[in-house]
């Protein structure tokens, strides 16, 4: 595993400071953020499929206090790095893992934990994972959240589970968080139901291949109408895709 972060960021700095004092993990700071650093295993001289972490800070418009896990992709804009189009691999069971730990230290301290849809660059060949505390700076500095982050990501590895693609749902997405938590169900890449216009039958493939292990879609079915749900059935079934509604 290598941890990269941006040395302008203060919930990345945060989370790397107690993953190299109190777990002896090696960091790598960034000038720039990591989200802009394409083939950020250069870098972090890490070997061909070494996981990749990227301890961060989430922003929300409405200030909501956040711990979350997502995987780097993009869709139909590169704004925030990467390419188009594509995305990076992702760990789904270590990202679960971490899911799990962060419940597990977290889940009384009245911050949302969860998922979140796959977005933003950087664009890499190894797995990659990112990790944030939201949404403000009060929570960023937090030095409690910061540790709790830290052994969260050091504890985990790659549990048994099912490993599925996530489709639906907003951007925060808790029925996908629920799965996980509850019925042992990793996931990889996630398109939000406002990636709908987005979603193609290549787009599709790339979730799936990226995704290691990857055995199948899980779709929120509350999320579409009949005619989104039978359009995303036919680009699944013209790739051969298993997929089932949740």
Same mark, same amino acid.
């Given at each position: 595993?290598?941890?990269?972060?941006?040395?302008?960021?203060?919930?990345?700095?945060?989370?790397?400071y107690f993953?190299e004092?109190n777990?002896s993990?090696d960091?790598?700071?960034l000038?720039?953020?990591?989200i802009?650093?394409?083939?950020?295993?250069?870098?972090?001289?890490?070997?061909?499929?070494?996981?990749i972490?990227?301890p961060?800070q989430?922003?929300?418009?409405?200030n909501?206090?956040?711990?979350?896990?997502?995987?780097?992709?993009?869709?139909?804009?590169?704004?925030?790095?990467?390419?188009?189009?594509?995305?990076?691999?992702?760990?789904?069971?270590?990202?679960?893992?971490?899911?799990l730990?962060?419940?597990?230290?977290?889940?009384?301290?009245?911050?949302?934990?969860?998922?979140?849809?796959?977005h933003?660059?950087?664009?890499?060949?190894?797995?990659?994972?990112?990790?944030?505390?939201?949404s403000?700076e009060?929570?960023?500095?937090?030095?409690?959240?910061? @540790?709790l982050? $830290?052994r969260?990501?050091?504890? =985990?590895?790659? /549990?048994?589970?099912t490993?599925?693609? &996530?489709?639906? *749902?907003t951007?925060?997405?808790?029925?996908?968080?629920?799965?996980a938590?509850?019925?042992g169900i990793?996931f990889?890449?996630?398109?939000?139901? @406002?990636?709908f $216009?987005?979603?193609?039958?290549? =787009?599709?493939? /790339?979730m799936f291949?990226?995704?290691i &292990?990857?055995? *199948?879609?899980?779709?929120d079915?509350?999320?579409?109408?009949s005619l989104?749900?039978?359009?995303?059935?036919k680009?699944l079934?013209?790739?051969?895709?298993?997929?089932?509604?949740?």
């Amino acid at each position: 595993m290598k941890v990269i972060y941006g040395k302008d960021d203060v919930a990345g700095s945060n989370i790397s400071y107690f993953l190299e004092r109190n777990f002896s993990v090696d960091v790598i700071p960034l000038d720039e953020h990591p989200i802009y650093h394409d083939f950020p295993e250069k870098v972090a001289n890490a070997k061909a499929g070494e996981l990749i972490i990227v301890p961060s800070q989430h922003k929300s418009l409405k200030n909501i206090r956040s711990l979350t896990i997502h995987s780097a992709g993009n869709f139909d804009t590169d704004d925030y790095g990467g390419r188009k189009f594509k995305m990076a691999p992702t760990d789904a069971r270590f990202a679960r893992g971490v899911l799990l730990n962060v419940n597990k230290y977290g889940r009384n301290l009245g911050f949302e934990i969860t998922y979140e849809a796959t977005h933003h660059g950087p664009y890499s060949e190894n797995p990659l994972l990112f990790v944030e505390i939201g949404s403000s700076e009060m929570e960023y500095g937090d030095r409690d959240i910061g @540790y709790l982050m $830290a052994r969260s990501i050091y504890e =985990s590895y790659d /549990e048994e589970a099912t490993v599925q693609c &996530g489709i639906g *749902g907003t951007h925060y997405s808790s029925k996908f968080t629920n799965l996980a938590l509850k019925e042992g169900i990793a996931f990889g890449h996630i398109a939000s139901k @406002y990636r709908f $216009a987005s979603i193609t039958p290549d =787009s599709l493939s /790339e979730m799936f291949n990226k995704t290691i &292990g990857a055995e *199948g879609f899980l779709i929120d079915g509350k999320s579409f109408d009949s005619l989104q749900k039978n359009s995303i059935k036919k680009m699944l079934e013209s790739r051969s895709f298993s997929y089932r509604f949740v």
